[in-house]
């Protein structure tokens, strides 16, 4: 119960134009689509392994 509570923030920095359509599909999972979009996700593997993959397209602004 205490995993489930933790989330992550996460803010779109780069474009998507130009990208793998996979890398878009995977921006628009984690609630991003535009630069400067901000979105908060709970913290599970699933999430971390989507940001792993667009890391160069979001940064991570905190965890709680």
Excluded at 26 to 38: D, Y
Aim: proline share 3%; glycine share 6%.
């Amino acid at each position: 119960m205490a995993n489930a509570a933790k989330t992550i923030t996460v803010e779109q920095t780069a474009s998507s134009i130009r990208r793998h359509q996979s890398q878009r599909a995977t921006l628009i999972g984690l609630k991003l689509n535009k630069i400067g979009r901000v979105a908060e996700l709970p913290d599970t593997p699933e999430v971390r392994g989507m940001i792993y993959k667009v890391r160069h397209l979001v940064r991570v602004v905190g965890e709680a």
